[in-house]
């Protein structure tokens, strides 16, 4: 098995190369550098994008692909894998999630807006909540407004015990 993966402002990366090096695999960049041979068995790791997995389906079609893991900026939970599933093609294969980040600065202004839009409707739900708003609900709307990375080792945890298995 080997790992590829896409990334737009580094957080899937940075995973991408953590697992490769704490399972020693290989671990390639879709469309950059060498590329591993059609038909290999792969992980596929790609940012998420309105419920898209990036490069995912691009991915599908080259390789052996054994399990998928979409990075987002959303808390982990029941839900995203659920959305996860219903929205891309994932073929019935294992798939994982993983809390990135967010970097306002990295992305073009029209991918700024769209955030933005999620950014403006979160501030207006705790505006109307007024003092009964919690600190997780105020750090959510901070990381939303300035950027922020959940990226942490840790979080590898159940990929590594299902990579361990194959
Ligand atoms: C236009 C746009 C749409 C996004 N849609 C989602 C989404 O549906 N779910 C989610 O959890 N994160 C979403 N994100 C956040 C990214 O998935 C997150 O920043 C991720 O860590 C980026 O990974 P990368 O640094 O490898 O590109 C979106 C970001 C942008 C710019």
Redesign the pocket.
């Known amino acids: 098995m080997v790992i590829v993966y896409q990334?737009?402002?580094?957080?899937?990366?940075e995973y991408a190369q953590m697992l490769a090096k704490a399972e020693k695999l290989k671990c390639y960049e879709q469309g950059e550098g060498p590329q591993p041979l059609a038909g290999e068995e792969v992980f596929y790791m790609g940012?998420?994008?309105?419920?898209h997995i990036t490069g995912l389906d691009q991915a599908m079609k080259r390789y052996a692909v054994k399990g998928i893991c979409g990075?987002?900026?959303?808390p982990p939970g029941e839900q995203?894998l659920g959305t996860m599933a219903k929205t891309n093609y994932t073929n019935n294969l294992p798939v994982f999630y993983l809390q990135?980040?967010?970097?306002p600065k990295k992305?073009g202004w029209l991918?700024?807006r769209?955030?933005g839009m999620v950014t403006r409707s979160t501030r207006k739900a705790l505006q109307e909540k007024g003092s009964r708003r919690t600190p997780e609900e105020e750090r959510a709307l901070s990381f939303l407004v300035r950027g922020g990375s959940y990226v942490a080792y840790e979080n590898l945890a159940l990929i590594q015990n299902w990579l361990r298995q194959q």
Not at 7 to 13: L, Y
Not at 71 to 74: A, R, Y
Not at 100 to 103: R, Y
Request: no cysteine; charged share 10%; net charge positive.
């Open positions: 990334s737009n402002t580094g957080f899937t990366r940012p998420l994008m309105a419920g990075v987002g900026m959303s995203v990135g980040g967010w970097a992305v991918k700024r769209m955030v």
